[in-house]
């Protein structure tokens, strides 16, 4: 043997495609996309009476300016992440910001009610497509451990700050313009990003051979029940969980996704192949993000109402009340995970992350009537956005960790569809929660005032004002069991240790060896 010769025991690692030097710029450009679908499921509630006077829409129909977003965004999700591993990232993530900007044009210009909400579905098909594969693309992009923390860090800020930006851009477009600003806006973000993308964003599209098959059965299945699942929750709001309609889709939509889960086993080419959720940090990554928006959407929905109904907020600084939130998850996500990532294993920092935002809403729970923002809602907000900020880039990271790159669009698809269909049922069960705890208590209450001497129209007034805040206590106090069972979950199944920091290594970790995967 020659001296210069090696043992195949020895061949050293190919070293992996330099890494490409546009990338941060590439990110911007996924952050603002990101942004815009994320803050497009609120911006439009502060709006939506504004909308409803000049469309004429009645009181039950109102709520179908919301619903055909979710129900159209959360019912796809898979299918658009499995439609960017067949087709190219790429090219579905420039595909859903033309489709986005032109439905928000269609929506903005909508002289009907009706063509509102078709506006508004057509918006969440395309942002079915278009969250997938920023998600994807952001895991390709970067493959250096550092830097990889570095960008989920600011995506995560972007997923868990951009609820609360919403809130703010539609309080101030809604006042200083009109609700339709609040569709047209996102037309300049979406052609900023489009121009940018296409320069600045590398991907390939998947040669024939590797290109995975569309499974149709699976498609139906798997989006018939997340619909079913996303339109009970959104029915529960107006009609309560007990509704006959209301459980009738909860049902049919588990049942669908029963026989769906079933298929996957069996299917050439599934939609959702079974061994991304099946292992151990992904399975509990992805239930904790579920766990931690149920809680999280829920904090939003009654602050809104409290900052506007019980302290008499305009639309702009209710929006700014939450400001000081997305600046905390902005920095626990850029400046606390990201730094700490590549030192700590993953739920070092969810669990903490997540008791932290567990106790923020607890201190929600003690809100009085008559409130002082600095000492009663600021400390809460700080902690829940420090919390939150914990958990989105770990989480996120951990999820998408070591896939195979054939599957990275539906691997990317099934987190957006945990934090889609999280936010419905938190919205919803927790309102149902509110709306009950305060109207046992204003019936109790108003039943004892009329035995101690009659009900005045003051005393009325304050009783219905009290049992409010007492259904938003009750309410918060469940998100906040809610968050610490987050905790639990990421304690018990997340045992990944801190990420490995070269791309080499990280290439070589695929879901197609699941034992790879290590654990603490």
Known sequence: ??????????????????????????????????LMVVLDATIVNIALPSAQRDLHMSDANRQWVITAYTLAFGGLLLLGGRVADLVGRK???????????????????????????????????FAAILAPSALSLLTTTFADGKERSKAFGIYGAIAGGGSAIGLIAGGLLTEY????????????????????????????????????????????LGCGGLVAIVYACSEAQPRGWSDTRVLALLCGGAALLAVFAWWQSRAVNPLLPLHIIRERNRGGAVLTMALAVIAMFGMFLFMTYYLQVVLGYSPVKTGLAFLPMTAAIVVGATQLSARLMNHLPPRMLIVPGALLAASGLFLLVFLPVEAAYASHVLPAELLVGLGMGLIFMPVMATATAGVAPRDSGVTSATV?????????????????????????????????????????????????????????????????????????????????????????????????????????
């Not at 070293?15 to 546009?22: E, I, L, M, Q, V």
């Open 91 to 125: 090219r579905t993530f420039l595909t859903g910001l033309i489709g986005f900007a032109g439905a928000s044009a269609l929506g903005g210009a909508a002289h009907t009610d009706t063509l509102l909400f078709a506006a508004r579905a057509l918006q969440g098909v």
């Open 416 to 520: 957006n569809t945990a934090q889609q269909v999280g936010g419905s049922i938190g919205t919803a069960l927790l309102n149902t929660i509110a709306t009950s705890a305060s109207a046992t208590y204003i019936a109790a209450h108003l039943k004892a005032a009329a035995l101690a001497g009659g009900v005045t129209p003051g005393v009325r007034d304050s009783v219905t004002k009290t049992g409010i805040v007492h259904g938003y206590h009750v309410a918060i106090g469940c998100g906040s069991c809610i968050m610490l069972l987050a905790a639990a979950v990421a304690g018990v199944l997340i045992t990944g240790r801190a990420p490995e920091h070269t791309a080499a290594q990280a290439g070589h970790r695929t879901d197609d060896d699941p034992h790879r995967m290590r654990t603490a």
């Open 177 to 220: 313009l009109n609700w339709r600003w609040c569709l047209y806006v996102n037309i300049p973000v979406a052609l900023i990003a489009f121009g940018g993308a296409t320069v600045m964003l590398h991907d390939h599209r998947p040669s024939r051979a590797d290109r995975p098959r569309l499974d149709i059965p699976g498609t139906v």
């Open 1 to 34: 043997m020659s001296p210069t010769s090696q043992s195949p025991d020895h061949t050293p690692p190919v070293p992996g495609p330099p890494p490409d030097p546009r990338r941060w710029w590439g990110l911007v450009f996924i952050a603002l996309a990101q």
